[in-house]
C-alpha cells in the first residue's frame, strides 16, 4: 500500500492462525495484510470456511483462549494486540473495540436482563455507577431505535425478536464509544426486511460517530451496501483487496470475476457465495499451487506450481492470481464443476 | 412468577394425596402380619380377631386409608403397637434429630459438591479435573452404610478419634451445638453427605461445562469482563440445574438416612423407620412414611420455585 495514507486504525501484518487437528496443525488463515484507515469500512467476503471469522476474532486476541496457534502481527492504532497481556486485551475489548456477533440469540446471556448486560460493559470500562449506566443504556437504545427503550432494558433475550436483540447488540458494542467496531455477519440470521433496517441503522450510527468498522458477511448485496474497501477471502488468504468500485465493479481475481458474475445473473441480493459451482479445498490437504486453481477456469499450467504472490494491479488494488495482468475487463468465467 | 407459584402449589396437593395413599397400601401389601408381632405366639385364633378390629385392620382398605387420612390431617398418626405411645410424638422427636444432621450433611453436600463441580468445570481436561472426578467416582460408587462402617472402623475403633453411636450426651436436655454433640455429628454427616456431593459436583461440572460452550461466553470476552464477572454469569447460568439436583438429592438424602441413623444409632426418623419395620409397627411405620414423603413433596415444591424463580426462560412461561 502507499504512505501517502493516513496512520491506520487496524494494521494486519502476515498473519496466520493454525488450529490443531487430528493430523497435526490445520492452518485456517494463512498470511493476510489487511490495512483499514480510520473511519473507513472494511468488508471481508468469502465463502463459509474461509477464515473470516477467525480473522476477525484474532483482532481483539480472543483465538488465545482456543489453543490457536497464531503468527504475525495485529495492531490496533498505535497498540501491538500480539504482545499484549490479558488485562491489557480486556481493556482494549469492549472499550477501543467494539464486537457485533452474527446471533443475538445465542449471543447474549439467556438470564441476564438486557439492560444488565449493556450496564455492566459501560461499568467495566467507564468506571460508572451502576445506576449512570442504565441510564446510558437507555439512551443508546434510543440510538439504536427501540421503541420503548426503559421497558425493554428490563427484558430478557428471548423476549425480545430477532431485530431488536441485534439493536441491542450494537448497542452494547457501541456503548463505550469504541475506536473499531468488528461486526461478524451482525445481519445474516434475520428476516429480509429487518436485515435491511438493521444495516442502514449500523451505517448511520458509524458514519455519525466515525467508527471504523470490520465487516464480515458472505452476501454481495449487503457488501456493495456498506462497503468503503473490500477483502475477498479464499481459504484463508486475501486473495483481492481494495476499493468497494474496485473490487466489486473491476474485479481481477477470477474468484472475485466469478462471485460478481453469479450476482448478475441472478438476484443481486440473494446471491449467497455458497450456491457457486465446486467446493473450497480442504484446508488440511491443500494443493501446492494457487488454491484456487481447481476451480479456477482461467487456470494456466504456472498456476498449478507456485502459489501467487499478491501485487499491486491498480493503486492501492491487490491481487493474487498469476494472471491479473490478463483479466482486466474480460467478461468473466464461470466455475469449473470439480 | 405468582402464578406459576399458584399452579405449581394446586399440583402438589393431589401428588400429596397420591403419596399418602401409595404410603398406606405400600405397607399394606408388605408380608408380614402386624399382630403376629404384637400378640405371643401361643396367641388364639380369638385374640387375634379381636386385636385385628381394635386396630380397624378388619375394615376394607379404602375404608382404613380414609379413616387414616381423616385422623393423619387431625395430626392423630394412631398409636405406636410397640411402645403403645402415640405415632405423632415419636415422629415428631425423631423429626428434629433428622433435620440436624439433613441440615448439617446438606450444607456440606451442597457447599462441597458446588466448590468441586465448578473447579472441575471451569478447568476441564486438567489435573484438578481428574482429581475431582476420582472423588465423586468414588463418592458415588460407595454404598452409605458401607461407607458409614468404615468410617466407624476407622475413626471410632482405631483411631478413636470420634464417638461411633448416637447424638451426644444427655438426649432429654435438647440438642446444643457444642463439641460433645457436633462430635458425634461428624461421621454421621460425612456418610450421609457423600453420594449427594458427589452427584451435585458431577452435575454442576457437565452444567458449568455445557454453558462454558455456549456463544455468549466469547461475547463476554469480547465485551472484556473480567474474569471474576465472567464466572458470575457461568454461574448464573448453571444455577437452575444446580438447584434442581441439589433438591433431588436433598430428598434422596432422606432415603440413605434410614441406613446411616441405623448404623450411628441416630435417634432420628430413618431410625424410627427402621425399628418400626424390624418391629412390624404398622401405624409408626406408616406415621413415619407419611412425614417423610410429605417433606419430599414439599422439598419439591421448594426447588421448583426457587429454580422458576432464578431461570428467567421458566418465570415468564
Ligand atoms: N475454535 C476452532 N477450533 C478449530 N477449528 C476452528 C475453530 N474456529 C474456526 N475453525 C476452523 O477455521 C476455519 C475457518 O473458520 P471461520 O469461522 O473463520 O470461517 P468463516 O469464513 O467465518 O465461515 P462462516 O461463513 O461459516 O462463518 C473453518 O474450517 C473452521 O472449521
Ligand atoms: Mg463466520
Known amino acids: 500500500m502507499s504512505d501517502r495514507m493516513a496512520a491506520p486504525i487496524l494494521d494486519i501484518a502476515s498473519l496466520s492462525v493454525a488450529y490443531r487437528g487430528a493430523a497435526g496443525w490445520t492452518p485456517v488463515v494463512r498470511g493476510i495484510d489487511v490495512r483499514l484507515e480510520a473511519g473507513r469500512t472494511l468488508v471481508l467476503l468469502g465463502e463459509s470456511g474461509s477464515g473470516k471469522s477467525v480473522t476477525l476474532r484474532s483482532i481483539v486476541g480472543l483465538l488465545r483462549d482456543e489453543g490457536a496457534r497464531v503468527e504475525g502481527e495485529v495492531r490496533v492504532g498505535a497498540r501491538n494486540v500480539t504482545t499484549m497481556s490479558d488485562p491489557e486485551l480486556r481493556q482494549l475489548r469492549g472499550g477501543r473495540v467494539g464486537f457485533i456477533f452474527q446471533e443475538p440469540m445465542t449471543a447474549l446471556d439467556p438470564v441476564f436482563r438486557i439492560g444488565d448486560q449493556i450496564a455492566e460493559t459501560i461499568v467495566r470500562h467507564r468506571g460508572t455507577t451502576w445506576k449512570c449506566a442504565m441510564g446510558m443504556a437507555k439512551e443508546l437504545f434510543e440510538l439504536v431505535q427501540i421503541p420503548s427503550a426503559a421497558r425493554r432494558l428490563s427484558a430478557y433475550p428471548n423476549e425480545l425478536s430477532g431485530g431488536l436483540r441485534q439493536r441491542a447488540m450494537i448497542a452494547m458494542a457501541m456503548s463505550c464509544e469504541p475506536e473499531l467496531l468488528l461486526a461478524d455477519e451482525p445481519t445474516t440470521a434475520l428476516d429480509a426486511t429487518v436485515q435491511i433496517q438493521v444495516l442502514l441503522l449500523l451505517r448511520e450510527i458509524q458514519k455519525e460517530r466515525g467508527t471504523s468498522m470490520v465487516f464480515v458477511t458472505h452476501d454481495l448485496g449487503v457488501a456493495a451496501e456498506i462497503a468503503d474497501d473490500v477483502a475477498v477471502m479464499y481459504a484463508g488468504q486475501i486473495v483481492e483487496h481494495g476499493s468497494a468500485d474496485q473490487v466489486l465493479l473491476t474485479p481481477r481475481h477470477p474468484y472475485t470475476q466469478a462471485l460478481t458474475r453469479c450476482v448478475v445473473r441472478g438476484s443481486y441480493r440473494d446471491a449467497a457465495l455458497g450456491e457457486l459451482g465446486g467446493a473450497p479445498p480442504d484446508l488440511g490437504r491443500l494443493p501446492a499451487g494457487c488454491s484456487f486453481a481447481p476451480r479456477c477456469v482461467r487456470r494456466a499450467d504456472e498456476c498449478l506450481l507456485a502459489a501467487p504472490e499478491p501485487c499491486e494491479v491498480a493503486p492501492s488494488h491487490i491481487v493474487a492470481c498469476l494472471r491479473a495482468a490478463d483479466m482486466a475487463a474480460t467478461p468473466t468465467g464461470e466455475f469449473q464443476e470439480s | ?317
Open chain 2, 1 to 317: 412468577m405468582l402464578f406459576y407459584a399458584v399452579r405449581r402449589l394446586l399440583y402438589a396437593i393431589p401428588i400429596g394425596i397420591g403419596v399418602t395413599f401409595i404410603v398406606f397400601s405400600l405397607v399394606h401389601i408388605a408380608p408380614g402380619d402386624p399382630i403376629s408381632a404384637l400378640l405371643p405366639n401361643e396367641a388364639t385364633q380369638e385374640m387375634v380377631e379381636q386385636a385385628r378390629r381394635e386396630y380397624g385392620l378388619d375394615q376394607p382398605l379404602l375404608v382404613q386409608y380414609a379413616t387414616w387420612l381423616g385422623h393423619a390431617a387431625r395430626g392423630d398418626l394412631g398409636t405406636s403397637i410397640g411402645s403403645g405411645r402415640p405415632v405423632a410424638s415419636e415422629v415428631a422427636g425423631a423429626v428434629g434429630n433428622t433435620v440436624i444432621l439433613a441440615i448439617s450433611a446438606g450444607l456440606v453436600a451442597c457447599i462441597l459438591g458446588f466448590l468441586l463441580g465448578i473447579v472441575a468445570g471451569l478447568w476441564r481436561d486438567r489435573p484438578v479435573d481428574h482429581i475431582v472426578s476420582l472423588i465423586t467416582i468414588s463418592g458415588v460408587s460407595i454404598p452409605h452404610y458401607w461407607l458409614a462402617i468404615l468410617l466407624v472402623i476407622v475413626f471410632s475403633v482405631d483411631l478413636n478419634w470420634l464417638p461411633p453411636l448416637g447424638i451426644g450426651p444427655d438426649s432429654s436436655g435438647g440438642w446444643r451445638p457444642d463439641w460433645p454433640h457436633l462430635s458425634h455429628l461428624i461421621l454421621p454427616t460425612i456418610a450421609t453427605a457423600a453420594i449427594p456431593m458427589a452427584v451435585i459436583a458431577r452435575t454442576l461440572r457437565a452444567s458449568v461445562v455445557d454453558v462454558l460452550d455456549q456463544d455468549f461466553v466469547t461475547t463476554l470476552r469480547a465485551k472484556g469482563l473480567l474474569p471474576r464477572r465472567v464466572l458470575w454469569h457461568v454461574i448464573r447460568n448453571a444455577l437452575p440445574t444446580a438447584l434442581a439436583v441439589m433438591g433431588l438429592q436433598l430428598g434422596n438424602m432422606l432415603g440413605g438416612s434410614v441406613l446411616v441413623e441405623t448404623v450411628f444409632a441416630w435417634p432420628g426418623t430413618g431410625f424410627l423407620l427402621a425399628s418400626a419395620i424390624f418391629q412390624r409397627d404398622l401405624p409408626l411405620l406408616q406415621g413415619t412414611m407419611l412425614v417423610l414423603s410429605m417433606f419430599f413433596v414439599l422439598l419439591n415444591l421448594i426447588v421448583d420455585l426457587v429454580q422458576s424463580w432464578t431461570d428467567p426462560r421458566i418465570r415468564r412461561a
